[in-house]
């Protein structure tokens, strides 16, 4: 298949040279091509990103299955196989270097040095170029070294001790580590963007799937730092507003946030509980009795479905919703409108449906006409290569036309 330029987006005419695998640098590209840069994604030959052949589910013909976890990370992309290890494969990355606006990377520290591309190589090369640089711990200090999985993080990054019932860790159920690694390295990139419109030269960033993680402790954070409190697991209650969580009905359950006095009260009225209540007065108060407060109002949810109660929340001005199922959330209208699903044509799966970008801009063409589907595996080997030769025969023709003027 021959890429065609997407013309759209804050980012159209930029190039990002992708070298990275599984999910954190392939979502922060991913990022910069939803944004209208051009990615071109090396891969290893024959076998291609981690994600290839990370399932099921696989999808598609039998000779021709795709992950639809490399589906999920990798479209806006040109897919183009390499060996790194190799003179051929090293020759490339220069030349694309060379021309490239960012380059992303996520392998354990060191390894691009040894590849023969340390930052100094890259800088020599292209000194405008912007090295977003993901590890798993982090690119010095003591453990600095160690691979870094998704998991593994979230457990020693103490989100697991966060999340679940008190006593039983529980992870995430998205690789968000991964995920948030992506979304802090491609902001940084953004930014180092524009600093080199004024500056002319690039910059490294660099983050972790474990600073991605301290970076979203958010109140739990200071909870410590500040306060010298170890917070702990509270289930699916917020361990610092009440009543805010998830509540049983009597069919099913629902989810309210009474983030304020006046919501409290609402919700009060609704359930027919005494707002003035010495256990339940202030939030503070509420907080240390939470598990009281719960058990009043599931006895009140539990005489009625919950369709019913999520009309008489909805009616009083109380924040509630349902808890969907994800085929749910991408049969939902809103979901739909906000053009959180898009469709792509894939060169051997036909049209697919993906997660749409979170962010949307005023006239904005259809999605359709964005967003590209993620590539096969070496799908833009030649075209890529004869649109490096094609640019790199150019270049040396002008160069030779303006040597030639000189000289008369």
Same mark, same amino acid.
């Given at each position: 298949?021959?890429?065609?330029?997407?013309? !759209?987006?804050?980012?159209?005419?930029?190039?990002?040279?992708?070298?990275?695998?599984?999910?954190?640098?392939?979502?922060?590209?991913?990022?910069?091509?939803?944004?209208? *840069?051009?990615?071109?994604?090396?891969?290893?030959?024959?076998?291609?990103?981690?994600?290839?052949?990370?399932?099921?589910?696989?999808?598609?013909?039998?000779? &021709?299955?795709?992950?639809?976890?490399?589906?999920?990370?990798?479209?806006?992309?040109?897919?183009?196989?390499?060996?790194?290890?190799?003179? @051929?494969?090293?020759?490339?990355?220069?030349?694309?270097?060379?021309?490239?606006?960012?380059?992303?990377?996520?392998?354990?520290?060191?390894?691009?040095?040894?590849?023969?591309?340390?930052?100094?190589?890259?800088?020599?090369?292209?000194?405008?170029?912007?090295?977003?640089?993901?590890?798993?711990?982090?690119?010095?200090?003591?453990?600095?070294?160690?691979?870094?999985?998704?998991?593994?993080?979230?457990?020693? *990054?103490?989100?697991?001790?966060?999340?679940?019932?008190?006593?039983?860790?529980?992870?995430?159920?998205? #690789?968000?580590?991964?995920?948030? &690694?992506?979304?802090?390295?491609?902001?940084?990139?953004?930014?180092?963007?524009?600093?080199?419109?004024? $500056?002319? !030269?690039?910059?490294?960033?660099?983050?972790?799937?474990?600073?991605?993680?301290?970076?979203?402790?958010?109140?739990?954070?200071?909870?410590?730092?500040?306060?010298?409190?170890?917070?702990?697991?509270?289930?699916?209650?917020? #361990?610092?507003?009440?009543?805010?969580?998830?509540?049983?009905? *009597?069919?099913?359950?629902?989810?309210?946030?009474?983030?304020?006095?006046?919501?409290?009260?609402?919700? *009060?009225?609704?359930?027919?509980?005494?707002?003035?209540?010495?256990?339940?007065?202030?939030?503070?108060?509420?907080?240390?009795?939470?598990?009281?407060?719960?058990?009043?109002?599931?006895?009140?949810?539990?005489?009625?479905? &919950?369709?019913?109660?999520?009309?008489?929340?909805?009616?009083?001005?109380?924040?509630?919703?349902?808890? !969907?199922?994800?085929?749910?959330?991408?049969?939902?209208?809103?979901?739909?409108?906000?053009?959180?699903?898009?469709?792509?044509?894939?060169?051997?799966?036909?049209?697919?449906?993906? #997660?749409?970008?979170?962010?949307?801009?005023?006239?904005?063409?259809?999605?359709?006409?964005?967003?590209?589907?993620? #590539?096969?595996?070496?799908?833009?080997?030649?075209?890529?290569?004869?649109?490096?030769?094609?640019?790199? @025969?150019?270049?040396?023709?002008?160069?030779?036309?303006? $040597?030639?003027?000189?000289?008369?």
């Amino acid at each position: 298949m021959t890429h065609h330029p997407r013309p !759209r987006g804050p980012l159209a005419g930029r190039l990002v040279l992708d070298l990275s695998r599984a999910l954190a640098g392939p979502h922060a590209a991913m990022m910069l091509g939803d944004l209208g *840069a051009r990615v071109i994604k090396i891969e290893a030959p024959g076998r291609g990103d981690d994600t290839r052949g990370w399932g099921p589910p696989f999808v598609g013909p039998e000779d &021709a299955r795709e992950s639809t976890y490399f589906l999920s990370c990798n479209r806006n992309k040109e897919s183009v196989t390499a060996d790194l290890k190799s003179e @051929a494969g090293r020759d490339l990355i220069t030349r694309l270097v060379r021309r490239a606006d960012v380059l992303v990377e996520n392998f354990r520290p060191g390894v691009l040095d040894r590849l023969g591309f340390p930052v100094e190589r890259l800088h020599e090369l292209n000194p405008a170029l912007v090295v977003l640089s993901i590890s798993g711990f982090g690119h010095d200090g003591p453990e600095g070294g160690r691979a870094g999985y998704d998991q593994i993080a979230q457990g020693e *990054a103490g989100l697991m001790s966060l999340t679940g019932e008190p006593g039983a860790p529980a992870k995430v159920g998205t #690789p968000i580590a991964d995920l948030l &690694a992506g979304i802090f390295g491609a902001t940084a990139v953004l930014a180092a963007l524009l600093e080199r419109e004024s $500056t002319g !030269r690039g910059r490294v960033v660099r983050t972790s799937l474990l600073s991605s993680l301290i970076g979203i402790h958010s109140f739990q954070g200071t909870r410590w730092t500040v306060a010298g409190e170890v917070p702990r697991a509270t289930g699916n209650q917020h #361990p610092s507003i009440a009543p805010y969580g998830l509540f049983r009905c *009597a069919d099913g359950d629902i989810q309210l946030a009474a983030g304020s006095e006046s919501l409290w009260r609402a919700v *009060a009225q609704v359930t027919g509980l005494d707002p003035d209540d010495a256990r339940f007065a202030s939030n503070a108060n509420r907080v240390t009795h939470r598990q009281e407060l719960a058990a009043l109002l599931e006895g009140v949810f539990a005489t009625d479905s &919950a369709a019913r109660w999520l009309e008489r929340l909805d009616a009083a001005g109380i924040p509630a919703g349902r808890v !969907r199922g994800i085929d749910e959330v991408y049969q939902w209208e809103q979901t739909r409108q906000q053009g959180l699903v898009i469709d792509v044509e894939h060169s051997t799966l036909g049209t697919i449906s993906l #997660p749409g970008t979170p962010w949307s801009f005023d006239e904005e063409a259809d999605e359709a006409a964005v967003h590209q589907a993620p #590539p096969t595996l070496g799908e833009h080997d030649a075209s890529v290569r004869a649109w490096l030769a094609a640019t790199e @025969a150019a270049d040396r023709d002008t160069a030779l036309a303006s $040597t030639l003027g000189s000289s008369k």
